[in-house]
């Protein structure tokens, strides 16, 4: 079956730098994308999430873009904090409107050096 | 507001035995879903319920199943517990839209080990 996938499993990225985190979808059918942090012990938390009518949305200190032509899909943080040390996850939404069904790609560890 | 609840928060289990999960969604949203997450590992679809009704299902077997009250929480059962079975089970819940698709917001999981 069709997936998410990420670029980078793991990224390092100094304190006040920009981080960009990188994620692959295949199924041109999704019409709903999320970003989500999970630290350890936690569940996922949301961060934001974008409409494929959408190119582009912003949040606090988070973008996400998105690019349909390469089914890719990116969450940048803007001046990385400590606190921004996690895993983050893109999820598609393959099943269309009223679907909750999502799917996830394995994860990128985010490390933020002080 | 109170998020997404779980319990138990932790559950030790020998293989063979029966597990049952509980969650509350959100107060407002009507709609729960279950996943399963093993170990370095993105979360997997098992069920989404609305309105006491199956909505959905992954790709989990018979052993696996759940329910919805009408208070909108949740339990999820797995029986003939296996050593695969060892994993973060989250529970999320959304608001459900007409034609609309929402966010799922996301518990605390319960870890599940099997020995």
């Known amino acids: 079956g069709e997936s998410v996938g990420l670029h980078l499993p793991t990224l390092s990225v100094q304190e006040g730098d920009n981080s960009i985190i990188n994620c692959a979808y295949s199924n041109s059918a999704s019409d709903y994308f999320i970003w989500y942090k999970q630290e350890s012990g936690k569940g996922p938390q949301f961060i934001i999430d974008i409409r494929s009518n959408m190119d582009k949305r912003q949040g606090q200190r988070v973008t996400v873009l998105l690019n349909k032509t390469v089914k890719h899909l990116s969450l940048q943080i803007a001046a990385t904090q400590p606190g921004d040390s996690a895993v983050y996850f893109c999820a598609e939404n393959m099943g269309g409107a009223g679907s909750y069904q999502l799917t996830f790609g394995k994860g990128t560890k985010l490390s933020v050096i002080p | 507001d109170a998020g997404v609840t779980q319990s138990p928060t932790h559950l030790i289990k020998t293989r063979g035995q029966h597990v049952t999960l509980r969650c509350s969604p959100i107060?407002?949203?009507?709609?729960v879903s279950w996943y399963q997450q093993v170990l370095g590992q993105g979360p997997q679809f098992i069920f989404q319920?609305?309105?006491?009704?199956?909505?959905g299902r992954g790709n989990f077997p018979d052993r696996f199943s759940a329910r919805q009250f009408p208070n909108y929480s949740s339990e999820l059962n797995v029986n003939a517990l296996l050593l695969g079975d060892s994993a973060l089970y989250l529970c999320?819940?959304?608001?459900?839209?007409?034609?609309?698709?929402?966010?799922?917001?996301f518990g605390p999981g319960t870890r599940l080990t099997v020995l």
């Open positions: 319920y609305y309105e006491k009704e199956e909505r």
């Open positions: 107060s407002g949203h009507k709609s």
């Open positions: 999320a819940s959304s608001f459900i839209r007409q034609g609309g698709t929402d966010t799922q917001y």
